[in-house]
């Protein structure tokens, strides 16, 4: 088991599978100029399978795989195919902006792949387009619906961006009002690649709820697990669920479960944190996985309390995309 100085158990992995995306979020990555790593840096599938299956041995049950956009890898089946065969993971997972899955949900069924974060911060066409700087508004529509309808165990993300999407909060609460879905509305964090900074956002998680309150004053607390970060409702009247997620605020520090490996192989213990050990480096030298168990346990044993603690150990902090780190 994994367990971090802090006494907390890490049994979640996020795993960037590669940093390339096909959309351009105005909150995550700037329009152009963005230096994209190598491909020989970004890990290949079998080394993605390695530091998996030694994370799995370490206590892991639980891998979300993310990015950039996972679908823009070609592979990324054949390591979904491979994990599904780990007998100690109980949970594989996926974050997608849903513009490129479409082709393989039928796959993703079959596979037993169910829990899919489909990351939408509009209902308004023009909203969308503005905010990804792309036209994919019917793929990712039709394709969102699809999972829904398919069974899928489907999150809507959304971040509230000042003065860009706080008008479709209502909207999109009342469109997915019909349907099994959660929608979680995030905090905006300043991992944009270096295009805009702030140390403080109007649409924290209280003006969040404050602002559906009014709309919606008919609604309940849902019980959440312990490791949840979010804090979910539900509307009278609602098939789908709300949850807030306050991840510029940091209220969760205390019960946080996870790990994040980057698509280069940087291990990350604190989203606000510096990379703690590089497993690439780890897994093309001469080393043995013995070498890689004990970078891992390194790490996870020279964790940062919380969130604020994390981010005074390097200057750097805010310089990162989420696109590299994986969200
Ligand atoms: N491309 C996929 C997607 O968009 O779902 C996966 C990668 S994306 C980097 C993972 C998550 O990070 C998404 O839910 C995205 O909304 C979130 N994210 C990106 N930039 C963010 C920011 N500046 N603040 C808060 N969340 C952010
Ligand atoms: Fe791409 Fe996801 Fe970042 Fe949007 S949030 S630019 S979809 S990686």
């Known amino acids: 088991m994994l367990i971090d100085n802090h006494n907390r158990t890490i049994n979640y992995l996020r795993l960037a599978v590669t940093d390339r995306c096909n959309l351009r979020c105005n909150y995550c990555m700037p329009s152009e ?6 491909n020989d840096k970004l890990l290949t599938i079998e080394e993605l399978e ?5 994370l799995v041995e370490q ?3 639980k891998i979300r795989i993310t990015g950039g956009e996972p679908f823009v890898r070609k592979d990324l089946m054949a390591l979904l195919r491979h994990l599904t065969k780990f007998e100690g993971l109980k949970d594989i997972s996926v974050t997608t902006n849903a513009s490129l899955i479409g082709p393989h949900i039928d796959e993703l069924k079959a596979l037993g792949i169910k829990n899919i974060n489909v990351s939408l ?4 066409r023009e909203t969308f387009e503005r ?4 036209d994919q508004y019917d793929t990712v529509h039709g394709n969102l619906i699809r999972l829904i309808t398919e069974g899928f165990n489907v999150r809507v993300n959304f971040i509230v961006l000042d003065g860009q999407n706080e008008q479709d909060i209502i ?3 009342e469109v997915m009002k019909h349907y099994p879905v959660s929608i979680r509305f995030l905090e905006e964090m300043p991992f944009n690649g270096g295009s805009k900074s702030f140390q403080h956002i109007k649409w924290d998680y209280k003006a969040i709820l404050a602002h559906i309150a009014n709309h919606f004053p008919d609604y309940r607390k849902l019980e959440s697990p312990k490791t949840s970060t979010s804090i979910n409702y539900q509307i009278e009247g609602h098939k789908s669920t709300f949850g807030l997620i306050p991840s510029f605020s940091r209220t969760f520090c205390g019960s946080c479960n996870r790990l994040r490996v980057t698509a280069t192989g940087d291990v990350i213990t604190c989203l606000y944190g510096k990379p703690m050990a590089n497993l690439r480096e780890i897994v093309r030298g001469q080393n043995t996985e013995e070498d890689l168990k004990q970078a891992i346990l390194k790490a996870v044993g020279a964790r940062a309390k919380t969130g604020f603690e994390a981010q005074q150990e390097h ?3 805010f310089d990162s995309s989420m696109t590299s780190i994986g969200g």
């Open 131 to 134: 905010i990804t700087r792309r």
């Open 121 to 124: 911060d509009a209902i308004n």
């Open 50 to 54: 390695k530091i998996s299956e030694i």
């Open 171 to 173: 909207p999109i609460l």
């Open 315 to 317: 200057s750097k902090v």
């Open 59 to 61: 206590g892991i049950d």
């Open 33 to 38: 100029g963005i230096n994209f790593v190598k």
